[in-house]
């Protein structure tokens, strides 16, 4: 039986406690802590810096000197690897806010209004699907200086485009549901109705969209770097790490393993920290709360 | 009626209990069940929702999805296999060829994908393999033909979604019983469809069933098992609690729990619940109200035709009134009540609400009417958001209309304790609730807003009977203390009868009739209401037993 003088508590109250009762999830939000504080504390407590070259001590095996071993130029991989996080964060960080912040609401809104600006647009979101992304890069980088900045406009034109037809396609079957009707029928505001009953109900299917995008954004990271839009030799990321191994593989193999593991252990903490959170949110889900 | 009592039965289930089990609770959906199904006769099983009636039928055929359920015990003899205990390719032989089903929805019973005939088809591939393909064609047509689809030799290669309602269930019958299986389980297969569609199906189901074919009717229907059952069986929690010859239950039931079910039955002889009284100035007023809907063609989507879902409805709904609006589906009748509340644009007439037109009504206009009227849908499990907790359900519509500044726990309690729940179920969230108890909450959302007009689109219609009789006496008592008009919409007569005060029949968008419930369903003077209210199943007249 439930406590029947529990406090009220507000979605978000009732999401967190239902959680935090989620084993799986705890150790991926565990885990993913533990993977920020080591990328952004770990580099300044390391006896080497990222870009500090070594040639006596190139292509080291692992050792209790360098724990994941050394690059071609003798420069330790752990401190690689941990400075890399950074950015690969950072830009994981930066799709995700823009898939949901613009994404979100830019999906929810052409959904739910439909019509002529629902038209509207989806043809925009549809030119922006057909620039070839490649030619959108080269021109950012002769257009304006090399800049981090850059890196993120690029990802972030591109990265809320399919979270908005997805989310417009959820509130579409929703929006005709009795439930929306009944809000309707109660005289709330368009606005209301959209973010506080419909958008909410399709957040399951964003988390799950938003973890799977994470891995290909940190990939996709090392793609713009190779074009010359990411980061630039000495600083590292694990997606130029990963394509820096990928060549040496047969002979250094701790080269690609070490940062492979790193994104491995992320990815694997934010899929069960994002099913975790599909739950909570679901107060169907899970039993009683 | 002539059951051979001498042959052995077709079907004994001894004992049976199944239970679910999930992660933070168990529940038992059978509990030590026992009945036989003699050759040839029809076996009626009710019971509420969640008494475990479609429980016992799915375990027949062993579609209880495991886990979460597990047969805990029992015996199901089925010629001499315990059918819990057959391995899946021995199953596989009964299922659709000796024992099958019909199911409740016939929107989704069909693979959308594939054409009629071929389903039917399938069928005798996997159960008739020594069949030539000539006669296979040969067979479908004939039983296409049986169950009454025109042209069958063209329409079997048609898509489910070419088939209306009434003739997917058609042809889901003509799968059931096209093999001539010794048994058949019907679960709930007419609560989809209209009264009149219903008496058809039935009429098809006892005249396709040959002699040695046994059925079992799932159905919470005590009108429906008068017509069709030899013999009842009444389930209640998860336990058998009477059985019975059809007659002498219905005449004598000896469980309380049995006279409960049939004493809620709404019958069309009901009387009224109060004579007609006096109105005032009418509230709501249509003059030819006209809601057309256009059939667009080609790419630049030129209108080439409208559907005429409402086509010259005119009425007056005073304080305090009730007016029914009766119909098939697509008779137009939630299209009125869609319309009035703004849902859908009228395209032509008038309608006003106390005297102002409500015509072409803005957006933030419709939100200041719309304080004053509410709708009821039929839906309760989809009309309340999952998400949110009762208490900010309640709270949010008076927040929004500045009737209130916070969720107020006080505010929400009134609300509940007035439809009849317990102040304590604010902080719990939709999922948590049954049918009725949901239904509750969503009139007592609409309350909140202390409306002067709510209108119910087939409020009760979704609700088991003796759910359905308390929350039509909640409206009359509502309507008494807070001289609430009502637009009731339902297909259900002897509801309409009951609680309204005037009755409006509607079909292919145009009223027909109209008047009082005594004048129109007593003395109906239009052909439509006279074969409306024929096929109203009537529990208790002798003329209308099929079997």
């Known amino acids: ?289 | 009626m002539s059951t051979e009592k001498s042959t052995k039965p077709v079907l004994q289930v001894k004992n049976l209990s199944v239970s679910f089990h999930t992660e933070d609770r168990s529940v038992q959906a059978v509990d030590n069940v026992s009945f036989e199904v003699n050759p040839g006769e029809v076996l009626g099983l009710v019971g509420e929702s969640g008494s475990g009636k479609t429980v016992t039928g799915m375990s027949i055929l062993r579609l209880v999805p495991s886990p979460p359920g597990r047969y805990d015990g029992g015996q199901i003899l089925f010629d001499g296999m315990d059918i819990l205990k057959l391995r899946p390719e021995e199953l596989r032989t009964i299922r659709g060829s000796r024992i099958s089903a019909i199911f409740q929805e016939p929107m989704t019973a069909l693979s959308p994908l594939k054409t009629i005939g071929d389903q039917l088809k399938e069928l005798l591939d996997l159960h008739r393999p020594e069949m030539n393909e000539k006669a296979k064609v040969a067979m479908v047509i004939e039983w296409l033909t049986k169950v009454g689809i025109p042209d069958a030799e063209t329409r079997m290669h048609a898509f489910p979604f070419q088939y209306s309602g009434g003739m997917r269930q058609r042809v889901t019958i003509a799968m059931a019983l096209m093999l001539e299986p010794e048994l058949v389980i019907a679960d709930e297969p007419t609560t989809a469809l209209d009264v009149t569609l219903q008496a058809q199906v039935f009429e098809l189901m006892m005249e396709m069933k040959s002699d040695k074919t046994s059925i079992i009717f799932i159905t919470h229907d005590m009108g429906v098992v008068w017509e069709l059952c030899n013999r009842v069986l009444v389930m209640k929690k998860a336990q058998l609690v009477e059985e019975g010859e059809t007659e002498s239950l219905f005449s004598a039931p000896r469980d309380a729990y049995t006279q409960k079910l049939l004493h809620a039955v709404p019958r069309l002889d009901d009387v009224p619940a109060r004579s007609l009284p006096d109105f005032e100035a009418p509230i709501l007023s249509a003059r030819n109200l006209q809601t057309w809907f256009p059939v667009k063609k080609g790419i630049f989507a030129r209108t080439v035709d409208h559907i005429k879902a409402l086509d010259g409805v005119s009425f007056d709904l005073h304080p305090g009134e009730t007016l029914g609006v009766v119909g098939e589906s697509g008779s137009g009748k939630s299209t009125l009540g869609r319309t009035l509340i703004g849902l859908e644009k009228s395209t032509g007439g008038s309608f006003t609400y106390e005297g102002q037109s409500l015509q072409n009504l803005k957006h933030r206009d419709w939100r200041m009417v719309r304080r004053d009227m509410g709708m009821i849908f039929q839906d309760p499990y989809s009309s309340l958001n999952s998400r949110m907790k009762i208490l900010t359900l309640l709270t949010e519509a008076p927040i929004v209309h500045g009737l209130l500044n916070k969720p107020d726990p006080d505010f929400a309690a009134t609300c509940l304790e007035e439809v009849g729940l317990d102040a304590d179920m604010m902080h719990r969230y939709p999922h948590e609730f049954s049918g009725g108890q949901r239904q509750r909450i969503c009139i007592a959302r609409i309350l909140a807003l202390k409306p002067k007009l709510i209108i119910c689109d087939e409020a009760v219609s979704a609700l088991d009977v003796t759910i359905q009789a308390q929350v039509l006496d909640l409206l009359l008592e509502l309507r008494e203390r807070h001289n609430l008009a009502y637009l009731f919409i339902s297909h259900d007569l002897s509801v309409v009868k009951r609680i309204c005060d005037n009755v409006l029949v509607m079909q292919q968008g145009k009223v027909v009739e109209q008047g009082s419930p005594t004048q129109v369903i007593d003395s109906p003077q239009h052909a439509y209401t006279q074969s409306l209210i024929q096929a109203v199943p009537s529990p208790g007249d002798l003329q209308r037993r099929r079997c």
């Open chain 1, 1 to 289: 039986m439930k406590n029947r003088n529990l406090r009220s508590y507000s979605l978000g109250a009732d999401a967190w406690r239902r959680l935090l009762r989620n084993r799986a999830a705890v150790s991926g939000l565990v885990l993913l802590i533990l993977m920020v504080l080591a990328c952004v504390a770990g580099p300044w407590f390391s006896a080497y810096t990222f870009e500090e070259m070594d040639l006596f001590s190139a292509n080291e095996a692992p050792s209790a000197k360098h724990w994941f071993g050394t690059d071609e130029l003798g420069r330790d991989l752990m401190t690689r690897t941990l400075v890399g996080g950074r950015i690969s964060f950072a830009v994981a960080l930066a799709a995700t806010l823009v898939s949901l912040l613009i994404g979100v609401t830019y999906g929810g809104v052409s959904g739910y209004v439909g019509g002529r600006l629902d038209t509207l647009m989806m043809r925009i979101v549809d030119v922006l699907y057909a620039l070839p992304f490649t030619l959108l890069v080269i021109l950012l980088i002769t257009v304006f200086e090399r800049n981090l900045m850059l890196l993120f406009i690029a990802i972030g034109a591109v990265e809320w485009l399919t979270m908005a037809r997805i989310v417009r396609g959820q509130v579409m079957g929703l929006r005709h549901q009795e439930f929306i009707e009944a809000c309707q029928v109660l005289g709330y505001s368009q606005a209301r109705i959209l973010f506080r009953h419909l958008l909410p109900n399709v957040l399951g299917t964003v988390i799950i969209y938003v973890t799977l995008t994470i891995p290909s954004v940190m990939l996709l990271e090392a793609f713009l770097s190779f074009l010359g839009l990411g980061v630039q030799p000495p600083m590292s990321s694990w997606g130029s790490l990963i394509e820096d191994g990928r060549g040496a593989m047969e002979d250094f193999p701790w080269l690609m393993i070490f940062p492979g593991l790193a994104l491995f252990v992320t990815l694997l903490a934010l899929n069960f920290l994002g099913d975790g959170l599909r739950d909570a949110l679901d107060p169907r889900r899970g039993g009683e709360s």
